[in-house]
């Protein structure tokens, strides 16, 4: 307050928050997350650059175990490209377009959750918005981060993108049939893994020819048998 | 550029709290930021720029204060460098982030008339 003339200037009161500007996303995860739970479903993230293979990879796992209940979402910026690939491939997938966003939230998710029937999925696999940087900050109420790295696209990628690798429970390291045309040094990239993943997990996979998918099948196996939910069935 | 979504989201958490307050303006907004939170705070700032305008942050700085990444080992409690292979170099155990992933609004400072 001004002492002189008395004209009333505002006082300044400082006010405590400490909450995470996140907080919003955080409760909507954790809605999904029970949703996902009560239904037995084991949900996955699955991110990576745009072109690494998430796709690939979800028609070569419906094409090996048709058996698996499967569920996707397919995050873009804009066509329904990928969600008609995985329809094509015998997977219930869903695009969620997020326009000019470079990543999916925990909302886009739950509005999409209310379109699919979630008693006839085992898993549901969020195919994010191809991107190394965006997805990795948004919890989506998923169970696992899933991260496909390509062989083509060098050996620093985690090192350069440290936040996306920090966070994946799995790595999977894809189009590894392509490795007799390309100079990728596979020691570097698992000590660049063993520099930002606190528990590296690597698999080396080829989506086209097959190689190492069962390993993956396996993984997710044991991720689906450690749920509460679907351990009991 | 998800540093969009956080801004909004920062500034609607301002408006409620400057309204619940009464206040006729906010002064200034303290967020903490880690190193490894994956957001830049330049980009930060300039989305703020963008936001603030015509609203009752109109006129609040920005501070943003930076939060250097911390791993320690989970069983013996010893400082790993970041960079270095995430393992203790003391015991061999496992490492978890201990600071650095925050992205947290920590303080507003409000004019009440």
């Known amino acids: 307050m001004c002492e002189d003339c008395g004209c009333g200037d505002a006082a300044l009161v400082p006010v405590e928050i400490q909450e995470s500007l996140l907080a919003g996303n955080d409760r909507t ?16 993230n699955l991110m990576g650059s745009p072109g690494s293979g998430k796709t ?63 008693d006839a999925t085992d898993v549901m696999v969020i195919e994010n918005v191809g991107n190394l940087v965006c997805p990795a900050i948004y919890d989506l109420g998923q169970h696992a981060n899933v991260v496909t790295l390509a062989v083509t696209e060098g050996e620093d990628k985690p090192l350069k993108y440290p ?7 799995l790595v999977l390291l894809t189009k590894i049939d392509l490795l007799p045309y390309l100079d990728f040094d596979l020691a570097a990239v698992e000590d660049a893994l063993a520099r930002t ?12 020819t097959g190689e190492n998918v069962d390993r993956w099948l396996a993984w997710l196996a044991a991720r689906a048998a450690s749920h509460p939910v679907s351990a009991e069935a | 550029m998800h540093e969009y979504s956080i801004v909004q989201a920062l500034l609607d958490r301002s408006v409620a709290e400057a309204r619940a307050r009464g206040a006729v303006a906010v002064a200034r907004i303290c967020v903490a930021i880690g190193d490894v939170a994956g957001v830049e ?6 989305a703020y720029e963008l936001v603030r305008e015509g609203s009752i942050c109109a006129r609040a700085e920005l501070e943003v204060r930076p939060v250097p990444a911390l791993w320690r080992c989970r069983d013996c409690g010893a ?27 920590e303080r507003l400072e409000l004019e009440v008339a």
């Open chain 2, 41 to 46: 705070a330049e980009l930060l700032r300039s």
């Open chain 2, 79 to 105: 400082e790993v460098a970041s960079g270095a292979a995430l393992r203790c170099s003391a015991c061999g155990g496992p490492v978890r982030l201990a600071a650095g992933d925050e992205i947290v609004l």
């Open chain 1, 29 to 44: 995860a954790r809605h999904n997350r029970e949703h996902f739970d009560a239904h037995g479903v084991v949900a996955i």
């Open chain 1, 197 to 208: 993943m606190p528990h590296p997990r690597v698999i080396r996979i080829s989506a086209r």
């Open chain 1, 163 to 169: 936040v996306m690798f920090r966070k994946a429970d």
């Open chain 1, 56 to 118: 690939a990879l979800l028609e070569a796992t419906a094409r090996l175990r048709p058996e698996l209940r499967m569920g996707a979402f397919s995050g873009d910026l804009a066509t329904d490209n990928d969600a008609r690939r995985l329809e094509a491939a015998g997977i219930r997938a869903r695009s969620i377009t997020t326009g000019s966003a470079c990543h999916l939230d925990a909302e886009m998710v739950h509005r999409a959750l209310h379109h699919v029937a979630l």
